[in-house]
C-alpha cells in the first residue's frame, strides 16, 4: 500500500528525468537536463506532499514551476513561452525551448498525465487560482468556442510577421510575451470576479486547451471513481473547479477532458470513492 501510494511521484519524476537525459543527450545540451529535471522534481515533491496531506501542496507546485518558466525562462532569458512563442520557433524551424515545452507538456505529455499542466504548471492559474472563488458559482457556460478565435488570432499573427517579412521578429516576440501575459492575467482576473469562478478563463479564453484536450482523452493518469463505494452524495462534483462530471469512470463523461487533476473531488468525497 505504501509503494502504491507513492507511485505517482516516482512514475512522474521517471517520466521528467527520461526527457531531461534524453534531451540532454540529444541535443547536446545540459540546460535541458537541469530545466526537465528540475521541472520533474518540483511535481514528484508536491505530489509528494499531497499524499502527505500537505493543504497548500499544488499551490507550492505552481508557484515553484510557473514563476521558473515566467519570471527564469520568460523575462530574464527572453523566451516566450507563450502560444505565440510556439509558432514563432515552429516556423523557424528550430526545435527550441517554446517548441520543446509545447511538446512535452501540452501535446505529447497529456497522454501521460492529461491537463496536469493546467493544475501544476501554468503561471496564469497559479495566480487565478490564489482568487477566492475556488467553486464555480453557475453551470458552465457555452462560450468555449472564444479559445478558438484566440488560437486562430496568435496563429494570423506570427505567420503575418513571417509572410511580410517584418524585422526584428525576435524584438517582436519579446513584447508579445509581456502584453500577452498582462492580457492573460487582466482578463482571467476579471472573468474571475465577473463570473465568481477562477477558472473562468481556463474555459472560455485559453488557447492552450486546444493543444490540451485530444491527447488529455487516452491519459493514463485521471481519477478514477469505485462504484461500490459511491453515494452519490454530488460533493465532488460541487467543487470541481472544471465542471467534470466526476464518479463516471468513462472517458466519454461531460468535461471528462477538462479535468486539471487537482484532486478536489478526492478530497472532498466522503467515502474514499475516488481515487488517481
Not at 537541469?34 to 505530489?47: E, K, P, Q, R
Not at 462560450?143 to 524585422?167: C, G, T
Request: some cysteine; overall charge positive.
Amino acid at each position: 500500500m505504501r509503494i502504491k501510494k507513492h507511485l505517482p511521484p516516482f512514475v512522474m519524476w521517471l517520466t521528467f528525468e527520461a526527457i531531461a537525459v534524453t534531451l540532454w543527450l540529444t541535443l547536446d545540451n545540459i540546460f535541458y537536463l537541469l530545466n526537465f529535471s528540475y521541472i520533474g522534481t518540483a511535481i514528484a515533491v508536491g505530489l509528494f506532499l499531497y499524499g502527505q496531506k500537505k493543504k497548500y501542496a499544488r499551490n507550492l507546485v505552481q508557484l515553484a514551476v510557473g514563476l521558473y518558466m515566467l519570471v527564469y525562462l520568460g523575462f530574464l532569458c527572453r523566451e516566450n513561452m507563450q502560444i505565440e512563442g510556439f509558432w514563432y520557433y515552429l516556423f523557424l524551424g528550430t526545435f527550441e525551448a517554446a517548441t520543446i515545452h509545447y511538446v512535452v507538456a501540452k501535446i505529447l505529455g497529456p497522454l501521460l498525465f492529461g491537463r496536469g499542466w493546467c493544475g501544476y504548471a501554468c503561471w496564469t492559474a497559479m495566480i487565478l487560482d490564489l482568487l477566492p472563488f475556488k467553486e464555480p458559482a453557475a453551470p458552465r457556460r457555452h462560450r468555449e468556442i472564444v479559445r478558438y478565435f484566440v488560437f486562430a488570432a496568435s496563429l494570423v499573427f506570427v505567420s503575418l510577421i513571417f509572410i511580410l517579412q517584418v524585422p526584428n521578429k525576435g524584438e517582436i516576440m519579446w513584447w508579445s510575451f509581456i502584453i500577452g501575459n498582462i492580457l492573460y492575467y487582466v482578463v482571467g482576473i476579471a472573468m474571475a470576479y465577473r463570473y465568481k469562478d477562477n477558472r473562468a478563463f481556463c474555459k472560455y479564453i485559453c488557447p492552450i486547451t486546444i493543444f490540451l484536450k485530444p491527447m488529455s482523452y487516452f491519459s493514463l493518469f485521471r481519477i478514477k471513481v469505485d462504484e461500490k463505494k459511491c453515494i452519490s452524495c454530488g460533493k465532488c462534483e460541487r467543487v470541481c473547479p472544471m465542471d467534470v462530471e466526476v464518479p463516471v469512470n468513462s472517458r466519454k463523461k461531460k468535461n471528462a477532458t477538462e479535468c486539471i487533476l487537482c484532486m478536489k473531488c478526492v478530497d472532498e468525497c466522503p467515502k474514499n470513492a475516488l481515487k488517481l
